[in-house]
């Protein structure tokens, strides 16, 4: 079990930047593949950024690829998504899951068994 708490949400204009936070529970984190995703309203949850069990491999939705990074310090059982020149299309509640047990666990959502809250990002011109 692995328990998943975001932070760093917020409000930005246009071009900005902002930084979300995910911290684990437990102490087996440096099993698990990590992701983000997001939700926008009316809207399906999508696939944002992946990373690999041990940070080594990174993958990104085509959307975001070049703004966006995702890393993670397993000494800190922390995974990091900066996102940087935001667009308002970016405007979701984002969600960071986890996968124990696996390298990585792809873009789907239903491969990942624990989700955060979800923190709320709002990008305005």
């Known amino acids: 079990q692995v328990r998943l708490v975001e932070s760093g949400g917020g409000s930005v204009q246009v071009g900005g930047s902002l930084r979300l936070s995910c911290a684990a529970s437990g102490r087996t984190f440096s099993s698990y593949a990590m992701a983000w995703f997001r939700q926008a309203p009316g809207k399906e949850r999508e696939f944002v950024a992946g990373i690999s069990s041990t940070g080594g491999s990174t993958f990104y939705a085509d959307s975001v690829k070049g703004r966006f990074t995702i890393s993670r310090d397993n000494a800190k059982n922390t995974v990091y998504l900066q996102m940087n020149s935001l667009k308002s299309e970016d405007t979701a509640v984002y969600y960071c899951?986890?996968?124990?047990?696996?390298?990585?666990?792809?873009?789907?959502?239903?491969?990942?068994?624990?989700w955060g809250q979800g923190s709320q990002v709002t990008v305005s011109s």
């Open positions: 899951a986890a996968q124990g047990g696996t390298y990585y666990a792809g873009s789907r959502a239903s491969r990942y068994d624990y």
